[in-house]
């Protein structure tokens, strides 16, 4: 009988079963899908000399995240790439803003825009040297941070307190307005907010837009060489040294609670698998709440209030097999690992706006990915693994396109939609369906199929509007791992902080765990020590 049961092998998963493994328990991941990674993860599919990535493919968060850095992954196979460009958000008309690794190229590239706004981007990334440590610690440590909040109210206060709060909780468009005069700058966070589902519009989506910007600045768009499973190959290896089982397709269908506590989970096949002292579910609230445990075990008021639960946007994907470079019109697109496609800010908000009304967006905003300038491993000298991701409603109302999609996801809705984004494509880089090889598309089932925690093709576990985070994630009150049931504790990205590929929910789940077992004031090495005692196993070398 393990210590710890984990259910699912994301990111999220793995970083919390490796945790515990480190503390000496004894830990079983029990995967549904054949493969492990959850949404990290990638194969051959689209073309056998191309990589591609299934979901998830930059990982700033991954690169600024405490909780990754201390797994030293590095140690167990992990490299990372960099495209010569962060992002770049090119216009129809040749213009195009740069994020680069260093300012001065982002400051020049504003400064394009209009003289002085470089200057406005330096004023933004001081704010981010003086106020970033202290923002990360509180995003990565459970909720409240009360360490990490108290030293970020103190440098708040020195960094022009509510003047800078307001800022940060403004629409990403006001912000934009605000800070500059030219629309480079604008676009650079607007298109950064809506990595979320945040439209340039929604109250928080300044913070969160400067926020990824200022990673970006800092930290650059990092992918791992040969790929995202790269990233879980490495957490898994590390897992495998420490003694930790992981099983693929196996699914679990049911949490076991005995006397109000978590004793062990039943999988589709039949089997019982009983844990020792906690279970830790990387799946989504719903799935949790909904799915795994029986209402009877749950209080009626978070039974209500997950009826209020709201879904980030549904994802559509396409990956290409490019026989060449991506022919951007705007030169400096062609240096950049991501490239948002959208003609201006009030583009963004029109597609934000047909979202907001149920419709399938006819010029939709897309993420572009150009993998092998990140990563020259991805695919043959010459050519280019590249992606883009748009979203959708869920419900679908109508569609502004006028091909009449209607959310059936039919194989020629999805080809009609594909078509589309490559359209948009070609607006900003002419001659680009020229050069596709081979495509995959992965509409929202179809990702939802080989993930069930994207919940039709939604990727942040959840939206990452201000009414659904912090104390309010998964729902009203919570803001912890910690659950209604006795030694359960919610790993996934619809606990705080959310989504991207960080390990902070894995990491705050496997820590409630801990707390919950250890003897105050026992060192470490003596409660590794007493473990081996009760088990007979060998502890993990103590650092």
């Excluded at 990595?195 to 109250?203: F, I, V």
């Excluded at 942040?460 to 994630?473: C, D, K, W």
């Amino acid at each position: 009988m393990p210590d710890a049961v984990v259910i699912g092998s994301g990111p999220n998963g793995l970083v919390a079963a490796n945790l515990l493994a480190d503390e000496g328990w004894s830990v079983e991941v029990l995967e549904e899908q054949a493969w492990p990674g959850g949404a990290v993860r990638h194969n051959r599919e689209v073309d056998a000399g191309f990589v591609s990535d299934l979901f998830s493919s930059f990982y700033p968060l991954a690169a600024a995240s405490p909780v990754l850095a201390r797994l030293d992954l590095e140690d167990h196979g992990l490299c990372w790439s960099h495209a010569p460009r962060v992002l770049a958000h090119p216009l129809s008309d040749g213009r195009c803003a740069v994020l680069a690794r260093g300012i001065d190229t982002t400051a020049d590239s504003l400064d394009a825009f209009h003289p002085g706004d470089g200057d406005a981007w330096r004023r933004l990334h001081e704010m981010w040297e003086r106020l970033g440590p202290d923002i990360l610690d509180a995003l990565f440590t459970p909720f409240p941070p009360l360490r990490a909040t108290a030293r970020l109210g103190v440098r708040l206060k020195a960094a022009g307190g509510l003047r800078m709060a307001r800022t940060l909780i403004l629409p990403v468009r006001r912000m934009g307005d605000e800070e500059f005069r030219g629309e480079g700058g604008k676009l650079l966070l607007a298109g950064n907010a809506l990595h979320a589902d945040l439209p340039p519009e929604a109250a928080g989506s300044a913070g969160f837009g400067w926020l990824m910007s200022m990673l970006g600045q800092t930290y650059g768009f990092p992918v791992p060489v040969g790929g995202a499973g790269a990233l879980t190959a490495a957490l898994v290896r590390r897992l495998r040294k420490r003694g930790g089982i992981l099983r693929c397709g196996q699914r679990v269908c049911r949490i076991i609670v005995r006397a109000g506590r978590a004793a062990g989970v039943l999988t589709a096949g039949g089997e019982t698998v009983a844990a020792r002292r906690a279970v830790l579910a990387d799946v989504s609230a719903p799935a949790l709440y909904g799915e795994l445990i029986s209402a009877e075990s749950l209080p009626s008021q978070l039974m209500a209030d997950l009826k209020r639960f709201q879904w980030d946007l549904a994802t559509f994907k396409v990956d290409w097999a490019c026989d060449g470079p991506v022919p951007w019109q705007a030169e400096a697109a062609a240096q950049a690992g991501t490239v948002h496609v959208a003609d201006g800010m009030d583009e963004l908000t029109r597609f934000a706006a047909q979202i907001t009304m149920g419709q399938v967006p006819d010029r939709p905003f897309a993420l572009f990915g150009q993998m092998t300038t990140a990563d020259p491993s991805r695919s043959p000298q010459g050519t280019e693994a590249a992606w883009a991701y748009t979203h959708v409603p869920h419900e679908i109302k109508s569609d502004a396109g006028d091909e009449g999609l209607t959310g059936t996801w039919s194989t020629k809705e999805q080809e009609v939609m594909a078509d589309r984004i490559e359209r948009q494509v070609e607006r900003f880089a002419p001659g680009f369906r020229s050069l596709i090889r081979a495509r995959r598309i992965l509409a929202p089932p179809t990702l939802q199929s080989l993930n069930s925690n994207l919940h039709d093709g939604a990727i942040n576990g959840g939206t990452a509007a201000m009414h659904q985070q912090f104390v309010f994630r998964p729902v009203p009150g919570t803001g912890r791992p910690e659950t209604p049931i006795r030694g359960l504790y919610l790993a996934s990205a619809s606990a705080h902080p959310g989504g991207g590929v960080h390990g902070a929910p894995g990491a705050n789940a496997a820590r409630a765990a801990l707390r919950r077992h250890r003897p105050p004031g026992l060192p470490r090495a003596q409660r590794v020590l007493a473990h081996r005692d009760r088990t007979g196993r060998r502890p993990p070398r103590i650092h």
